[in-house]
């Protein structure tokens, strides 16, 4: 008993070391890409003084490289912050339209340029517990993975189904879809399924370990179907504010 006992505590206690040592690499590496292309960057803006286009083009991509870092970071600080954190002990009513809305006009821009029709429904009305921040940063993750990984002139949608004591906010897309073998993992932190195409949307691979530590911090949980080709579904649930005074009908 007490010598298997020691024995997986230390094989847990190495599993968590692993874990921690590849996040560390991995912060490592998404830092040091950016930095490294922006050094490049400035060298190259350096030598082609002379040509006005050339500069003008290597400075576009300083701006871009520049914008990814912000981004990266943006995601490192969200998620040490909710990581770890306790469930929420006073949770407040927050209106679920108002949460979507918000999510929805932050990739309204990325939307259009790909002519995806964003509509949202059955979200008037639903109150959730929780805090309306980091419930908009838990969507906007959802809604900007469905507008990157989906192709032009497709439609996301947003719905939202009540019981009687969770509210059900999904976010489905007709997009490229997840393989099988990759759905269990794509909530780990930097878990992606193409690197190059999440880079490419600028995604930094933290987007979903966000919303999976939003979600459990309100009591709730996150949820995914996808089929390759077809499209993804993630579904939200959340805790909906009880009556304190229980009435039997009739009373
Ligand atoms: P990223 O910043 O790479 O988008 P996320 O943590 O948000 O990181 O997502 C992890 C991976 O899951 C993505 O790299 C992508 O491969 C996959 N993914 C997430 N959302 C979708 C979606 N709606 N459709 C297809 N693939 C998705």
Redesign the pocket.
Known sequence: GLVLVLAEDQTERRRVEAVRRDFVANVSHELKTPVGALSLLAETIADASDDPEAVRRFTGRMQKEAARLTSVIQ?LITLSRIQGAEPMAEPADVDLAHVVEEALESVRMAADAKEIQLVASGTAGVTVLGDEGLLVTAMR??V???V???PERTRVSVTAAVTETTAEVS?A?Q????PPQ?LER??????????A???A???????????KHISTHHRGDVT?W?KEGS??T?TLRLPRPQPRVRQSPGQ
């Not at 949307?201 to 919303?211: D, E, P, Q, R, S």
């Open positions: 995601d993750n959802l900007a993975n469905a990157a990984y989906s976010v897309d997009g490229i879809g997840i990759d794509i909530f780990e932190r930097f878990y992606r399924v193409d690197a195409r999440s880079r949307t600028g995604g930094t691979g933290l987007g979903l370990a966000i919303v995914v996808s499209g993804s993630f």
